[in-house]
């Protein structure tokens, strides 16, 4: 049974910083991409960013460039998500996501195969 479990969400005031976790079993982590996305209140669910399955490559939104972080550790099969200088438009439920390395990369959240149950983050003005 794959699980993705997100761990570290919380409130913070704006400017501040927060780091995210996303524990993964069941699957061989070490072969899937990651992404991470996040959903507002009355939102769509969108990309934050992703890593591919050796760490060599990430990708993010334009609105989290420069701010966020993605990194990984194979060996303990988690994924995190460095959020920086935080603003208020990030508050949202943050998701990590895990998709197959043969599959490719992606940013939409459809393509997917595996999802945590999301963590909290609000950001206060």
């Known amino acids: 049974q794959v699980q993705l479990v997100e761990s570290g969400g919380g409130s913070v005031q704006a400017g501040g910083s927060l780091g995210l976790s996303c524990a993964a079993s069941?699957?061989?982590?070490?072969?899937?991409?990651v992404g991470w996305f996040r959903q507002a209140p009355g939102k769509e669910r969108e990309f934050v960013g992703d890593?591919?399955?050796?760490?060599?490559?990430?990708d993010y939104a334009d609105s989290v460039k420069g701010r966020f972080t993605i990194s990984r550790d194979n060996a303990k099969n988690l994924v995190f998500l460095q959020m920086n200088s935080l603003k208020p438009e990030d508050t949202a439920v943050y998701y990590c996501?895990?998709?197959?390395?043969?599959?490719?990369?992606?940013?939409?959240?459809?393509?997917?195969?595996?999802w945590g149950q999301g963590t909290q983050v609000t950001v206060s003005s």
């Open positions: 890593m591919t399955w050796n760490g060599d490559n990430t």
């Open positions: 996501a895990a998709r197959a390395f043969y599959l490719g990369r992606s940013t939409m959240a459809s393509l997917y195969s595996y």
């Open positions: 069941g699957l061989s982590f070490g072969t899937y991409n």
